[in-house]
């Protein structure tokens, strides 16, 4: 069982290029969201998506956008890259809510902005 | 030792010891917290959840204490082990579908 998988695990970018970070969960979960971590930072909720075709922003939104086609995949996309979107991301995926269960993390991806 | 979670991020502890990570959360509503460990280039891990109606529950190894009218919560892990050594992060519900974390403590066993 792979849990939750996300893809690259470390990219660099240049101000202004745009990505996708990939997540994709077997587990069958609805819920699915997105942080990134700072350094002496909690992680942040990126934006959220309680089931397909539904999505929500969360905390910290500008600059990203997602999509939810099907139940397993929960891409990010960065936009127009900027130095300030330098961060390791996770994506998260839950049975029961991400307010009301357990997290299963994927195992982040490092993204550098120059 | 004790850690006061934000204002002290690092803990270091005997191997065999006892650990208590403590962490202050934000919001008098919140009804569930979760305590999760991260280990250097990997994602968190759950490791032990409480809800607002409890204040302790056990797991293997872990206790956590939530006292809800100083708004503070505590991990406790017993006979403490090398494995041990990550960060360690709460998070309590301040919303639908929103989880807040604090920054985390960073547990170092020492042999």
């Known amino acids: 069982n792979a849990g939750v998988t996300q893809t690259p695990k470390f990219q660099v970018l240049k101000t202004g290029q745009s990505m996708t970070l990939q997540c994709a969960q077997d587990?069958?979960?609805?819920?699915m969201s997105w942080y990134r971590q700072d350094p002496g930072m909690g992680l942040r909720l990126i934006h959220y998506s309680v089931g397909a075709g539904i999505t929500d922003q969360g905390e910290v939104p500008n600059g990203y956008n997602v999509s939810r086609s099907t139940t397993e995949d929960f891409p990010l996309r960065l936009l127009s890259a900027a130095p300030s979107q330098t961060s390791v991301y996770f994506c998260?995926?839950?049975?029961?809510?991400?307010?009301?269960?357990?997290?299963?993390f994927g195992e982040g991806s490092r993204l550098t902005v120059l | 030792g004790e850690s006061v979670g934000l204002h002290l991020p690092t803990l270091s502890v005997q191997e065999g010891d006892n650990s208590i990570i403590n962490c202050a959360y934000s919001n008098s509503a919140s009804d569930y917290f979760i305590w999760y460990k991260q280990e250097s280039g990997k994602g968190p891990q759950f490791i032990i959840d409480?809800?607002?109606?409890?204040d302790k529950r056990q797991g293997q190894r872990v206790t956590v204490l939530l006292n809800k009218t100083v708004k503070h919560l505590s991990l406790q892990i017993a006979a403490t082990q090398p494995g041990d050594s990550a960060v360690y992060f709460c998070?309590?519900?301040?919303?639908?579908?929103?989880?807040?974390f604090g920054a985390g403590t960073r547990l170092t066993v020492k042999p």
């Open positions: 409480i809800r607002s109606n409890m």
């Open positions: 998070a309590e519900n301040i919303g639908a579908n929103d989880m807040r």
């Open positions: 587990m069958n979960h609805e819920y």
């Open positions: 998260a995926s839950s049975s029961q809510g991400m307010d009301t269960g357990e997290l299963f």
